[in-house]
Every structure is written in structure tokens, then in C-alpha cells.
């Protein structure tokens, strides 16, 4: 009896099943696993009559977990012989990543907002409840191989290892007294981080960056050799803000439209037609959301759209947009406050946190959003007495996105 391949051997092939599937070449690797006594002659003769490349990796990859625990070395060591030694380096990184520990973040009982004014704790049963959700934060559903080999023809592509670089900025000390200290602000970094690893992006954290350090650390990540050989960025910004604009430490005011601007198809080429997703959590105003009774929600009303063609002018160069394949995510409207739990970070962090963990696997970046506008419009503050009393916030997205965002996660 050969015995059972290891359980973090098995889970790599799992994760990597698609990029093995589709990247392997299979005939001179056969022929070093039938020499390792890996493959039978019949086992050989059985995954030759497949025909086509994509189906004989298919039949190698489902004997191989069968064939013993010292089968993972010897396909890893077979695909080094024969020229394949990236795939054999994907393996190894996934078998590492499997060993990793996860840390817990630690429940809360306050409410508070950027100007510190504090809120008793009272949502409704379920929506209260610990960004790790017992797994640890950023704890991924994988995507399976069949909803990838289904979705993945119209969405963009998202193959790299990693997915590209999440940029986080996250001010929490401020120099000046008009901007309070962003007490719960660690948690959320600590989330983000946490989240986008899960998602295989590598992220770069800065931590309390003065306006003019926040753009330079914008600029030097607009200009990364490394966008090239990735397919996608992330960028997110945790601060104090206003409509437009986000803090530095030092009090100056970073134009958001100048973040996106620094990743726009002009200033970064390397990530042209490729998707940017920017998650903004600051304020966007000093009101707070006071809500309104609900009366009739049913009634919709549908209004027609347009369509206008412009044939352009044909000189044999692809002309783009100044921004596109773009989408970004606020904690709040404009002209409105964004709510933090004083120990489990803001109320938008958490629930991108576990909408994205939960539905990345077989849900676009578009319908996830929607998915975390649902769940803030659930949250409730409460503070007797006060114009904050049954306080509410309500998150939204913009997008310029052209195809499907799928992120794939495990694949």
C-alpha cells in the first residue's frame, strides 16, 4: 500500500489547480513520474489517451494525491527537470502559507465617532458580532475550480501571484488637536492587512503619514516596475476626512481626486486595463446620519437610458480614458460622518471584512460592495438625549470598472 499523500500537500494541488491545469506540459513529466515509480505504465497510457493537454493535466492531477506521501516531492523535483520550475515554486509558497498561524481580534463595547462622542452599544442580533467570526479576520472561502473555468472568460484576468499590491495608509496619531486620536483605527489596519493576504495581494503599509508623505508614498507606489508583471492594485485609505479629501497627521488635506489621479492610465501605465480598487475609510462631511422612518420602500421607479456612439477617428493607436478600471468604496455619503467601534474598528472595515471573506470566492468586487452597503444600512448607534440617538451610516461605491472583478481567491 502506497498510503495517503499529507493533507497540506493535497491542499496545495486544490489551490493551484488551475494554474497547474493550465500551465503544465505534461509529456516529458510523465515520463519522469513513471520513473520515480509515481506513475504506473498503465497509469501513463491511461492519462496519454486524453488527448488534448488540458485533459491529460486533468487526469495526472486527479491520480496524484492517490499516489503515496512521497508523490508531492517527486512531482515538485519533476517539474524542476523539465523546465517548469515556477510551478514547482508555487507549490512550495502554498505549502508554507498553509502552516501559518492567524491572530483574533478582540470584541468591543462602545460606539464612537470621529470626534469622539461615545455611543452605546445596541444592533440587532447577528449584526453585532466579531470581525474574525471565529476563523480570524481575513480568514478566505476559496474559490472552487469549476466557478473559475465558468466566470473567468468575461471577467478580468487575475492570474498573477500575487494579485497585485494593496497600498495601505492608515493615520491614527494626528499632530494637530482639531483631529482626535482614531482609537480603533489599529484594528481595522490590522483587518485590511490581514484580508488582502487572505486574497493573495502583498501589502505595504505606512502608518501616520503627513499630507505631503501620503502623496510621495502614492507616487512611489504609481511607480513600481512590479505593476507590470501583476494584475491588479488596491489602495486604502484610513484617516480623518472631509468631503473630497482626506488628513494627513499634520492636518493637510490630501484631494482624493489627486490619489486617484497618481493611478489613472496617464501617470500609471503599468497598470493600464488593469483593475484599481480603492477603499476609502474617513469622513466625508460632519453630519450624522440621522435616518428616517420607513413608511413604503416598495414603490420603484424606472427611468430610460441612452446610448451614444462616437465612431472617432481611426490613426491605428488605442486611444483610453484618462481614468477607467477604477472602483471605490466610501465608509459614508458625502457631507456625512463614518462610524468606529473604539475596539473593533469602524463599522465599514468590519463589514467589508466579512462580506469579502465570506463571498469572495464566487461574488465580482461590485456585488460584494452592495452586499457591505446592506449591512451598514442595518447598523444602529444609540445615545439617549443626543441629536445622535439612533445615528446611521451609508456606505457607497463608484465605479468605472469594464468587466466583471472576480478575485479568485485560493486559485
Known sequence: MLGGMQEHHKG???KLRVTLLQEMVPEELIEHLLAENVLTPFMKEHIETKGVTFRRNTALLDLLPRRGPHAFSAFCTALRKTGQEHLAELLDEQVRNARLQETHVPLSVQESSPRGRTFRRDYQEGY???IDDGDGPG??????????????????????RPRGLALIISNIEFSTPELDYRQGGEVDLIALKQLFTHLNY????CCNKTGEEMTSELEHFSALQEHSN?????????SHGVDGAVYGTDGTQVQLQEIFTKLDNAHCQRLQNKPKMFFIQACRGEEADRGVDQRDGREQAASPGCEQSDAGREDGKIRLPTQSDMIC???CLRGTVSLRNTKRGSW????????FSKHAKDTHVADMLVKVNACIKKREGHAPETEYHRCKEMSEYSSTLCKDLYLFPGL
Do not use: C
Not at 465599514?348 to 462580506?355: A, K, R, S, W
Open 12 to 14: 496545495a494541488l486544490t
Open 128 to 130: 453585532e458580532m466579531s
Open 139 to 160: 480568514s478566505v472561502a476559496l474559490t472552487s475550480v469549476n466557478f473559475y473555468l465558468s466566470h473567468h472568460k468575461q471577467a478580468y484576468i487575475m492570474r498573477s
Open 202 to 205: 502583498r501589502p505595504i503599509v
Open 230 to 238: 501583476l494584475d491588479s492594485a488596491i489602495i486604502a485609505i484610513l
Open 329 to 331: 468604496a466610501y465608509a
Open 348 to 355: 465599514f472595515i468590519q463589514d467589508l471584512t466579512e462580506v
